[in-house]
């Protein structure tokens, strides 16, 4: 799971400034947990999450995406195979807010 620090920004949590989803309330979430397989490319209007890609493994039916964040932060999404990444490109991916996993600053599980 790809576990990012994440900033309460009002009422959403942000990832360096970009709305991730809305908090709940009363929680005050420091981390985001997001499944590879939970992760979709999408165009830059609806992405969440913009990374580098640092390597790819192509494993037939799906391939594996290894990102880098602007914030140095390394994240891993499972990719349709068919998808014409290489090192270097810059893409962008969204998620299910319902999938996501949230923690406080001491780990403990919000949701």
Do not use: W
């Amino acid at each position: 799971m790809n576990i990012i620090d994440v900033q309460k920004s009002g009422d959403n949590i942000t990832l360096n400034g970009t709305p991730l989803m809305v908090a709940p309330k009363g929680a005050e979430v420091a981390k985001c947990g997001i499944r590879p397989e939970h992760m979709q490319m999408t165009t830059k209007a609806k992405a969440k999450i913009t990374g580098t890609v640092r390597h790819t493994e192509h494993l037939g039916e799906y391939a594996i995406g290894y990102l880098e964040l602007d914030n140095g932060v390394s994240v891993t999404a499972k990719l349709e195979d068919d998808a014409a990444i290489k090192n270097g490109d810059v893409i962008h991916l969204t998620f299910d807010e319902d999938r996501a996993h949230l923690f406080d600053a001491a780990g403990q599980v919000i949701r």
